[in-house]
């Protein structure tokens, strides 16, 4: 069980999220701040981004080349962490969210990506239009929404 990813599931909420959520991914440190004022959400970090992001450090299965050769979209970021854990090992990745969450995703980007260049970038995106503005060809999509959360999502998109 040395490897099992414990979530702590007893946390009150506004308590949950008052602090920056801290977690290394692949030996970068990466700070997501939080908003237990918002919308419970898009504000705080999910338990499925961190299973996620711990599923994505596995070299074997994802070494280097998958995340830095590749364009992703990942669709409701939320807070952006695995978005922003994507982009802090040199993916190109559009964040999207709705419009009243753009600055604190867009805070959480800059505050983590130094380097904030066009391979990474905040925009708006509702489900159901069109992600030809994304400059097709995107070859995959992640997902970690509650409509995912039992089963996340990574997708092959526009080969």
């Known amino acids: 069980m040395d490897d099992a990813l414990i979530l702590p599931r007893s946390w009150d909420y506004q308590l949950r999220f008052c602090e920056p959520f801290k977690m290394q991914f ?7 701040k939080q908003s237990p004022q918002g919308s419970r959400v898009g504000a705080t970090v999910w338990d ?6 711990k599923f994505f450090e596995d070299d074997q299965k994802f070494p280097l080349e998958f995340f830095q050769k590749n364009r992703f ?30 600055p604190l995703l867009q805070d959480n980007l800059k505050l983590n ?30 997902s970690c929404t509650e409509k995912n959360s039992k089963n996340w999502s990574l997708k092959k998109r526009w080969s």
């Open 26 to 32: 692949r030996k970068k440190a990466i700070t997501i």
């Open 48 to 53: 499925i981004c961190i299973a996620m992001c």
């Open 73 to 102: 979209i990942e669709l409701g970021s939320g807070v952006g962490l695995l978005g922003i854990a994507f982009a802090a090992v040199g993916a190109e990745i559009f964040l999207t969210e709705q419009p009243k969450m753009l």
């Open 113 to 142: 990506i130094k380097a904030f260049t066009y391979r990474s970038k905040v925009q708006e995106f509702w489900w159901g239009t069109d992600p030809s503005s994304f400059r097709p060809p995107t070859k995959t999509e992640i």
